[in-house]
């Protein structure tokens, strides 16, 4: 039996039984799972051999231990959380578009079960992850499945096209080098962030491999809405540093690139060179057509054409058409599929979620610098203002992605807005702790000259 499989059968069977004792190892299984999904692995077979569905065994072991061994949220937590209920709502209109819409299809019903456990999940993420420590783990967990999926890209799996990675790595949202694409992406910010908090040597050269494994991947995939999620992501972090911190921070993103430049070849120049004639490029001009259908279909359809619909419906819209195309945008296809009520609900969880990290981001001013963080020997410093720019400028990548590729129902975007308000729950719980020792908390003079440069910020 490979290494490979002894391996996962010991993370995965322990993890499973920890999560009924501690549910936060059944967390960071799940976000591991989901990354891997064994069931389609070279290394997979024992997995299909039992049938075995991993993400939802899993899921099932960390419900149980939250209802069983959790405690209730600390003073000011919240689990029902603004984004969190309107998430709900957003699930419900969904559910409805499956009567009100022009057809009930497979591919519907598919999307509204994955939606209907992906809410499951982020209530028991939002309830499991409480402390620093938490948080940091789900992180950690998110950069091995990266590190998993960068080592597979640069081993040769998957399918290569032209000398483009397509399809077959990690789960059903990497299925398409957009997809994978845009995931990579929007997991530089929280690489850059772990590599800054980590405190041994060992520990940023391991998250700088991950991260050269990431942009190994993107250029792999040749996909070209990378580039405005980029430079989004360059805008947005260099902008939420303190006023001091903002040209260190521009030169770390030029350092950054310039490192980066080394493993682009020059098909994923010649590439991305279409974009500037993006009029002769047919692949791009149709995805006007699509958009110009989908504003059609809201206007025939103000309540939506249903889940999954667009797929066959804008074939009627556009009668040359002879595949069944995707909306090639998450905005127009929610509003395509939702109607106008669906797309409102869908920008205001962003919106909410986007202001809330920016509120979060500013109140880490106010609190201790940084708190250690101590597992057993391993130690690092958890950055509250540091997570908040990360994860923000994350979704921000990603969001700017989502114009060129359809995401509304991939769950690493759900599970980032879950990390989003499992953060301000962090935040609630940091500031409601009693005074610590001055070695843990030190003085703001002090944490100035070691620590995060939040401490300075006005």
Known sequence: MPLTVIAFWIAYVGGTCAALFHPIAGITLYILVYHLNPETQWWGDSVRALGLRTSFTVAVATAIGMLVRQRPLERGARQLQAPYVLAIVFGLLALGSLAWGVDLTSRGEYLAEKFIKTLIIIFILIRCVRTPLHYHAVILAWLVGIAYLGYEATGGAGLVER???????????????????????????????????????????????????????????????????????????????????????????????????????????????????????????????????????????????GLGNFHHVVMQYVPSLTDLRSAHNTYIACLAELGWLGLAVFL????????????????????????????????????????????????????????????????DLWLMLG????????????????????????SPGAAMSACSPYASAT
């Open 163 to 305: 000398g483009r990675l397509t399809a077959g790595l990690g789960g059903p949202d990497f299925n398409d080098s957009s997809g994978l694409a845009v995931h990579m992406v929007a997991s530089l910010p929280l690489i850059g962030a772990m590599f800054f908090m980590a405190r041994k040597w060992w520990a940023r050269f391991l998250i700088l491999i991950t991260g050269a494994l990431a942009v190994n991947t993107i250029v792999a995939t040749r996909t070209r809405n990378v580039v405005v999620g980029l430079a989004v992501m360059v805008v947005s972090g260099v902008l939420s540093l303190p006023r001091g911190y903002r040209l260190k921070g521009m030169a770390a993103v030029i350092a950054g690139a310039l490192l980066s430049t080394r493993l682009i070849d020059p098909g994923w120049w010649q590439r991305m060179e279409t974009i500037l004639a993006y009029e002769q490029d047919a692949s791009s001009m149709a995805r006007f057509t699509f958009w110009k259908a989908a504003f059609q279909m809201a206007a025939d359809h103000p309540f939506g054409i």
């Open 419 to 442: 990390f989003a308000m499992c953060l301000a729950n962090v935040g609630k719980y940091i500031a409601d702790e009693e005074p610590a020792p001055e070695a843990l908390y030190p």
């Open 348 to 411: 205001l969880i962003l919106a909410i979620s986007l202001w809330r990290l920016g509120r979060l981001r500013r109140a880490a001013n106010q609190g201790p610098a940084f708190t250690e963080i101590e597992f057993y020997r391993w130690q690092t410093r958890f950055h509250l203002g540091w997570h908040a720019v990360a994860l923000r400028t994350s979704l921000l990548g990603y969001l700017a992605c989502a114009v060129f590729t359809t995401r509304l129902f991939t769950e």
